[in-house]
């Protein structure tokens, strides 16, 4: 028995993705998948056209995070890092939640010109337990990636001494011992 030839239709296998994906142009969303829409408890109605910012537990996380990351997509054209986002709507309003997100610029010399993005809900391996300040949440992110206090600092463009000012206010929210154990609890929630 031969199986019946499946026509591939791109609309559909990007609506059905079983994770977000999102078109941008100007920081701004001009489609969304079904998944995403799930994720942040929302509508594709209600997202497109919107600026990624509605995402953002904070204007200026979504300020410095665009910041942060248009030399990295003008020099490799694709961009990754665990974040903090928050729904938008339902239930679950407001709520944080840590996500993955993967860009990829379609112009590396105006990489906020248009791209594609990826998100992936962490919250069932990684839910947020304490309640952290948008720099907290960036010094959070960069040392579950492995980098210095100041590795940290040369990225958020602050001091060591900040970022290892930052880093024991988080040991403290999270009463580790060590930055490994901070690590490890970052990544447990």
């Known amino acids: 028995m031969t199986p019946l030839p499946i026509e591939l239709d791109y609309q559909l296998a990007f609506e ?62 694709h961009y990754a890092d665990d974040r903090i986002m928050k729904r938008v709507d339902g239930r ?15 112009n590396r010399d105006d990489p906020h010109e248009a791209g594609i993005w990826t998100f992936e809900d962490l919250s069932s391996r990684r839910p947020v337990k304490a309640e952290l300040t948008a720099r907290e949440r960036e010094v959070a992110s960069h040392l579950m990636d492995g980098l210095t206090s100041k590795e940290i600092g040369r990225v958020l463009e602050i001091s060591h001494r900040t970022v290892e000012i930052y880093r024991a206010r988080l040991m403290r929210k999270y009463k580790a011992s060590t930055t490994a154990d901070l690590v490890h609890k970052l990544m447990a929630g």
Request: proline share 4%; charged share 20%; aromatic share 8%.
């Open 16 to 77: 059905l993705a079983p994770i977000g994906l999102v078109l941008s142009r100007h920081r701004s969303i001009v489609d969304c998948n079904q998944r995403v829409c799930e994720m942040f408890g929302t509508t594709r109605e209600r997202l497109v056209g919107q600026s990624f910012q509605v995402l953002y537990p904070s204007a200026d996380e979504y300020e410095r995070t665009g910041a942060r990351i248009a030399p990295i997509l003008n020099k490799s054209g």
């Open 92 to 106: 679950l309003k407001g709520e944080t939640f840590w996500c993955h997100v993967t860009g990829r610029a379609l």
